[in-house]
Every structure is written in C-alpha cells, then in structure tokens.
C-alpha cells in the first residue's frame, strides 16, 4: 500500500438531472436527481483507495458548501488537508437526455486568493516527503494562475516525490515547462500544448525530462512512453455508460501498477481495464471485480516503435 496525496484545486459538486428531452426557455421536468462530490483529484483519489492506497487530499474548497466534499472524505476515510476558501465550490450541471445526450453547465469556482495559495503551500510542505506519488488534477480555479501553479508544481516536484499532471489548457503547458514525473493528456490537450505531431511532441517531452508520457486516445486506448515502455493498450469495446471519471481512472490504476513495481505490461492492461470499467458506469470505481477481469483479459497489447 502506498501513500498519494492528491491535489484538486477546483473540484466540483457534479448535479445530474435526468430528462426526456431538453427543451429551452421553458420549464422541464427531471425525473431523476443525483449530486456527487468530485473534481479529478479527487476522482483518481477514490480509485487509488478502491486499489488499496491511503490517500491524503488537498486543493481549495468553498466553505459554504463543503459538507458533501467532507462527507465523501470521511467515508473512504481520507486525510482532509483542502484549504477552506470563503463562498461555495462550482456547481457543474449535468442535463441527461433519454436519448443519451448530455449538456454541461460548468459553474465559476471561488475565488481564491494569495493568501489561501500561501496557505496550501504552507500546509503542504511539511507533508510531502511522507508521499510515495503526488497527482495534480483538474483545472483552475479563478484567483489561480498559470505561473503560480508552474511554481507550485516546482515546489511539490522539488520534494523529490514522484509528481503526476493531468491538467489542460495553459495549466497543462505550465505543467509540462516544469517537467514533472508523469504526465496524463489526451490528444486534444497534448495538440494543444504541443502542436498536432504527437509523436514528436511525446519525443520532446520525454527529451525534456518527463520520465512518463501517457498519452490517452478515447476509445482506442492509450500509448505509455517511458524508461524503456513503448506500449500501445487497446481496449474492448465496450457500451458507453458515461465517460465522467475515464482519464481518473486510467491515471490511477497506471500509478497503481508503476509504485506497486509491476511490468509495463500488467500496468498498462490493469490501467486499461479499469478505464473501460469506468466507461461502462455511471459513476466510475472498481465494484465488479469479475467485470474487471474478463476487461483485463480482452485488452490487447502491442508495443510501439521508440
Ligand atoms: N469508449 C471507451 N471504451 C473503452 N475505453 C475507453 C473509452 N473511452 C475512454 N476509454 C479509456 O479511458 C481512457 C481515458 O479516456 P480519454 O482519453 O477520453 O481521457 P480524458 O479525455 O482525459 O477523459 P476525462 O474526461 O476523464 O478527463 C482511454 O485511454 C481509454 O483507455
Ligand atoms: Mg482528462
């Protein structure tokens, strides 16, 4: 069992509200109503614990409606460290179509100021050498920018603790200047960071000093780059539930397989598996552990030219 302390700086209270047909502009019913504490930290949090890790937790979190969040910690039982912020953490409204649509509706985080970013550093930093891995997760909040969280991610990677992003957008490019241990983009954001050769973009992150390059492709799986791993995963096809927890689950299970020093090959078909484990529920986690294993046994392996 290792210790990971996730970082989620701008989790989210996800509302799912279940519908026929969205029709704009006029009042619809919602004939199903779920609410879930989440935000990608957080995410690949509860998967590590379903893998057996402890856990501690970190980021920023709205004062005004944190109970959900310290619900969620209190019930698998991890170590609180969220810095509490004045107002309510974002609301991310999910409409669910019958037929199978979703439409988004992202709420703006809390603000966050200087003096919370001081605070978390502060907190953390006796902390991190009694780490195994440190995830970084999600987006960020406003208040939040892209050069403190370059120093940040230097501060967390100076502890010597393997440091793991996944991020987007200009956080992801922050990420990447500062070449943390692993990173996990999927080729939209690795694109967008890095230009459309993704080959070459993998080669420069490598060269740059980022030991491993998870580079995740939907449903067509995944290419793992790293001392010594060329690999490609292809997963079963399987039927879509929801995709929400996806990437989370793909980053944990790998960083469950790297620290437990398992072979490239049983990480990446374990990652792969419970990736498409996740795809296949609403929610994402490992609860059918037969399910999993007959995932595992039909994921296909190829290796990829270096
Ligand atoms: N339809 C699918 N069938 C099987 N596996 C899937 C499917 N979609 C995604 N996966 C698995 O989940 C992994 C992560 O998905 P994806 O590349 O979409 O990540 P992402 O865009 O970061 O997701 P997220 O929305 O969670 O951030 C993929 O590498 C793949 O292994
Ligand atoms: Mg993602």
Redesign the pocket.
């Known amino acids: 069992m290792a210790r990971i302390l996730t970082l989620t700086l701008n989790p989210a209270l996800d509302l799912t509200l279940r519908l026929d047909q969205l029709q704009p502009g006029v009042v619809n019913r919602c004939h199903g109503f779920a609410s879930h504490a989440a935000g990608?930290g957080l995410n690949v949090a509860q998967v590590l614990a379903d893998l057996g890790h402890s856990l501690s937790v970190a980021g920023f979190l709205g004062r005004a409606n944190a109970a959900p969040f310290e619900a969620l910690m209190h019930r698998r039982g991890f170590h609180d460290l969220f810095v509490r912020v004045p107002g309510e953490t974002r609301s991310n409204i999910k409409l669910a179509e019958a037929d199978g649509r979703i439409t988004d509706l992202n709420g703006p985080g809390p603000q966050v100021e200087a003096e919370h970013l001081e605070q978390l550093l502060e907190e953390l930093a006796p902390l991190l050498a009694g780490h195994d891995a440190i995830v970084v997760a999600g987006s960020l909040p406003r208040g939040v920018a892209p050069e403190w969280f370059a120093g940040l991610l230097r501060r967390l990677r100076a502890s010597g603790v393997p440091l793991a992003v996944?991020s987007s957008g200009a956080a992801l490019s922050a990420a990447l200047a500062v070449a943390p241990w692993l990173v996990?983009p999927?080729e939209e954001e690795l694109a967008e960071a890095c230009g459309s050769d993704l080959a070459a973009a993998v080669r420069g992150l490598r060269a740059q000093g980022i030991e491993h390059v998870l580079l995740?492709?939907?449903?067509a799986?995944?290419d793992w780059h790293g001392p010594g791993i060329a690999l490609r995963?292809i997963?079963p096809r399987?039927a879509?539930a929801s995709?929400?927890?996806?990437?989370?689950?793909?980053l944990a299970a790998s960083l469950h397989g790297v620290l437990s020093g398992w072979p490239a090959e049983r990480t990446l078909r374990l990652a792969?598996a419970v990736?498409?484990q996740?795809?296949t529920q609403v929610g994402f986690g490992i609860h059918d552990r037969e399910q999993l294993a007959r995932l595992e046994a039909a994921v296909q392996l190829q290796s990829l030219e270096e």
């Open positions: 990608k996944d996990k999927n995740s492709r939907g449903a799986g995944v995963a997963p399987v879509v995709t929400v927890g996806a990437g989370d689950s793909l792969t990736a498409a996740a795809v």
